[in-house]
């Protein structure tokens, strides 16, 4: 027989008979939150704040190095603080308060020990591995800075600041909204590769300002800022400030203004530089307050105010929520949802509402898939100039990912104490889940629609454009009007053409005039003058044409779907330029796919597809009638493959980013990341087939108001089905080439 290990006593056996005493110099505050209160426990040698409820807070106070832990326990319930049953969470928790830093206990444990030596190493990996993302780098302690420049910075969170502040900001977005299209336009150019230099100075001056609105709004409520540095996302320098000591504030209102204060003094500077951009006419300083109201916005929107990342927006909302530690809460609920559905575990219902609960639960899955997917995109954004790198992180991380998920779950399932009851069922969701699911995703096909961008036009259109240069008089065209060939679209007006032609008549009644006078006594001289006159007819008939000209028509019948605004009257009008868009037939949709799209949608000749208008409403139904290349890829010398150079029509520039589309396009060249391909669908003029009449008349104005010449919109295509596992590749070989292309 084998030597009977001796078993290692429990944690309150080990514990019961040990003298432990609380940190003298731990903050602790009292707060309320959703009505209950709480106690947040700040360390100042980490800097870390930590939440306790009243329970837990009345054990910790509790704690006396005078008495052993076993000798508290008994008093605690004695005093009906805690029951017998309790005695083994009263351990752990005392334990936990060991692992904070808390207490120091006389522990020697090897296994013990050596667990958190191996968690330590696995954590300092992952740092390692996600550290050429995220990087945090600490400079200095600005708190001494601070309190000495404090009353400089003072008065900008007065009442009075933030009223001034208010009118500038209401002030700002009226020049926004009546310059809306100027400031528009600008962006075509904004990522330039000429321009990356000043974006990425402006958005390091940008970030300092918005870490010291932070610090500075610390200091105002008087919360110690002990460190100050430099944040390294995806390789560009981000200020960071640490304000965790904001949480020993007992007024949520003076949180929430250190929260929001960066983004309070980002705007001020934004709401400035759109002044200064609407007023100046200097083409270096319009760029620089172009970049500031730029970045202030986007990074404002997308990360600053964004509460599924653990910005400004994070802390404010768990604020407003009064939720602390946000995050983690939303994750136990998701966690608890999935072991009471799924695994039908038996879960006391959390003490919350079921809003409250719901609230959670949406929150912890937009986090979790928030966050991949921002990795997997920072991963993407390095792979673009160093693919290696990037492919290295992304590999390792959703590695990662999936090693440690299905680990946990494994361990969870197959011997964790909660799943004992529903083993079976437990192993079963584990296998289905771990197996069955990756096996369905391979093998099982599954349909898949295909989505392009599209404009709407017609069969026939016709570019009418100036034959001659002159002064726009009157403007006859109306914007949706029929019109018949010949029809008057517009006049224009040249002095010089009619002075010429005034100048060409006086010279053929001249000439005129001169060959009667010789036709009875000088017939030589009548033939010759005759011969003038002959040349005059033609010069004043040449003229008269260019007059005529001036007399812009119809050249063919249709609708008006294009045409010179009456506000043009007066201006000059150049030789070529389009005067208007005269179309006929059935209306068309030209979509342009990629060749990743083609192979997935294979589209033919008399296939179906939909186009539903970029503003909404149905769904137009149409056949494809056309497959052609739109921007192939062009050979370059010496080449034995096509070089990712290819260039879109001008006529389809509103599908780019250009004029407003999703298609990135060269702002220099005008050039297309990769092949295009153009189909032409005709839509379906009996779409309305089958309706009652007065369906049928009332569905006529919003079709010609969803169909206009030029909307754009989204065709559908129906794509092959194919397993999930297969379309996943495919998008992943298709980004890989378009990487290795760059």
């Given at each position: 027989m084998s030597e009977a290990v001796p078993q290692q006593p429990d944690l309150a056996a080990r514990l019961r008979h040990v003298r432990v005493g609380v940190r003298a110099d731990l903050d602790t505050t009292r707060h309320v939150f959703r009505g209950r209160p709480s106690y947040i426990l700040r360390d100042p040698l980490t800097f870390q704040s930590h939440r306790l409820d009243p329970a837990d807070y009345e054990i910790l106070v509790s704690l006396d190095a005078s008495r052993s832990l076993g000798e508290i326990f008994a008093d605690l319930v004695q005093r009906g603080k805690l029951t017998r049953a309790e005695e083994q969470r009263y351990f752990e928790f005392v334990f936990l308060l060991h692992r904070l830093g808390f207490l120091r206990l006389p522990l020697s444990d090897d296994k013990l020990l050596y667990r958190r030596y191996r968690a330590r190493q696995q954590a300092r990996r992952r740092a390692k591995l996600l550290s050429l993302l995220f990087l945090q780098i600490p400079l200095w302690n600005p708190d001494a800075f601070l309190e000495r420049t404090i009353r400089y910075a003072r008065p900008l969170y007065s009442r009075t600041a933030f009223g001034l502040w208010a009118v500038m900001t209401v002030a700002a977005v009226l020049v926004a909204a009546g310059r809306w299209h100027d400031l528009q336009q600008p962006l075509n150019g904004l990522l330039a590769a000429r321009n990356l230099p000043l974006i990425w100075l402006t958005l390091i001056v940008l970030k300092v300002l918005h870490e010291f609105g932070h610090a500075y709004a610390c200091k105002y409520f008087g919360v110690h800022v002990p460190e100050m540095g430099v944040y390294l996302i995806a390789f560009t320098p981000c200020a960071y400030v640490d304000a965790t000591g904001s949480w020993g504030l007992t007024r949520r209102s003076q949180r929430i203004v250190i929260g929001l204060a960066g983004m309070y003094v980002e705007s001020a500077i934004a709401a400035l530089a759109l002044f200064v951009w609407s007023a100046t006419s200097s083409p270096l300083l319009s760029a620089l307050a172009y970049n500031v109201i730029f970045l202030a916005g986007v990074?404002?929107?997308?990360?600053?105010?964004?509460?599924?990342?653990?910005?400004?927006?994070?802390?404010?909302?768990?604020?407003?929520?009064?939720?602390?530690?946000?995050?983690?809460?939303?994750?136990?609920?998701?966690?608890?949802?999935?072991?009471?559905?799924?695994?039908?575990?038996?879960?006391?219902?959390?003490?919350?509402?079921?809003?409250?609960?719901?609230?959670?639960?949406?929150?912890?899955?937009?986090?979790?898939?928030?966050?991949?997917?921002?990795?997997?995109?920072?991963?993407?954004?390095?792979?673009?100039?160093?693919?290696?790198?990037?492919?290295?992180?992304?590999?390792?991380?959703?590695?990662?990912?999936?090693?440690?998920?299905?680990?946990?779950?494994?361990?969870?399932?197959?011997?964790?104490?909660?799943?004992?009851?529903?083993?079976?069922?437990?192993?079963?969701?584990?296998?289905?889940?771990?197996?069955?699911?990756?096996?369905?995703?391979?093998?099982?096909?599954?349909?898949?629609?295909?989505?392009?961008?599209?404009?709407?036009?017609?069969?026939?259109?016709?570019?009418?454009?100036?034959?001659?240069?002159?002064?726009?008089?009157?403007?006859?065209?109306?914007?949706?009007?029929?019109?018949?060939?010949?029809?008057?679209?517009?006049?224009?007006?040249?002095?010089?053409?009619?002075?010429?032609?005034?100048?060409?008549?006086?010279?053929?009644?001249?000439?005129?005039?001169?060959?009667?006078?010789?036709?009875?006594?000088?017939?030589?001289?009548?033939?010759?003058?005759?011969?003038?006159?002959?040349?005059?007819?033609?010069?004043?008939?040449?003229?008269?044409?260019?007059?005529?000209?001036?007399?812009?028509?119809?050249?063919?019948?249709?609708?008006?779907?294009?045409?010179?605004?009456?506000?043009?009257?007066?201006?000059?009008?150049?030789?070529?330029?389009?005067?208007?868009?005269?179309?006929?037939?059935?209306?068309?949709?030209?979509?342009?796919?990629?060749?990743?799209?083609?192979?997935?949608?294979?589209?033919?000749?008399?296939?179906?597809?939909?186009?539903?208008?970029?503003?909404?409403?149905?769904?137009?139904?149409?056949?494809?009638?056309?497959?052609?290349?739109?921007?192939?890829?062009?050979?370059?010398?010496?080449?034995?493959?096509?070089?990712?150079?290819?260039?879109?029509?001008?006529?389809l520039a509103a599908l780019t980013h250009l004029g407003g589309g999703d298609i990135v396009v060269d702002p220099d060249s005008g050039q297309t990341r990769q092949p295009y391909f153009e189909l032409t669908i005709t839509l379906d003029e009996c779409a309305t087939a089958g309706m009652p009449a007065g369906l049928v008349a009332e569905a006529a104005p919003v079709r010609a108001a969803a169909l206009r010449h030029g909307v754009t919109g989204r065709v559908k295509l129906r794509g092959r089905a194919e397993p999930l596992a297969l379309q996943l590749y495919r998008r992943f070989a298709s980004f890989n080439d378009r990487l290795r292309q760059d």
């Open positions: 990074t404002t929107v997308l990360f600053n105010i964004n509460p599924l990342m653990r910005f400004d927006g994070y802390y404010v909302l768990s604020d407003l929520l009064e939720i602390p530690n946000l995050r983690a809460r939303a994750n136990r609920v998701v966690l608890d949802a999935a072991k009471r559905h799924l695994l039908g575990v038996n879960l006391p219902p959390p003490p919350m509402t079921r809003g409250l609960r719901g609230t959670l639960f949406v929150f912890g899955v937009c986090a979790a898939v928030y966050r991949t997917l921002v990795i997997l995109g920072i991963a993407a954004l390095v792979a673009s100039k160093l693919f290696l790198v990037g492919l290295m992180i992304a590999v390792g991380y959703v590695a990662r990912l999936a090693y440690d998920l299905g680990r946990r779950l494994t361990m969870y399932l197959w011997h964790g104490e909660e799943t004992a009851p529903v083993r079976a069922r437990a192993i079963a969701v584990g296998v289905l889940f771990l197996v069955g699911v990756p096996l369905a995703a391979a093998i099982i096909p599954v349909p898949a629609n295909v989505y392009a961008a599209a404009l709407v036009g017609a069969e026939r259109e016709t570019v009418v454009r100036a034959e001659l240069p002159g002064f726009l008089q009157s403007v006859i065209a109306e914007r949706g009007a029929p019109v018949a060939p010949g029809a008057l679209l517009v006049e224009l007006d040249d002095d010089a053409a009619r002075e010429a032609l005034a100048e060409a008549q006086s010279r053929l009644d001249a000439a005129r005039i001169r060959r009667d006078a010789y036709r009875v006594d000088r017939p030589a001289l009548a033939q010759q003058e005759q011969q003038r006159v002959s040349a005059c007819e033609q010069e004043v008939a040449r003229r008269t044409d260019q007059l005529a000209a001036l007399r812009v028509c119809a050249p063919v019948a249709g609708r008006v779907v294009a045409c010179r605004p009456r506000t043009d009257a007066g201006r000059y009008v150049e030789v070529g330029s389009e005067i208007a868009t005269i179309v006929a037939g059935r209306w068309q949709v030209r979509a342009l796919l990629t060749e990743e799209q083609m192979s997935a949608a294979s589209p033919q000749a008399g296939d179906a597809a939909e186009f539903r208008p970029a503003g909404g409403g149905r769904a137009w139904p149409g056949v494809v009638t056309r497959v052609r290349p739109a921007a192939l890829a062009a050979m370059m010398p010496g080449s034995v493959s096509p070089a990712a150079v290819p260039s879109l029509p001008p006529d």
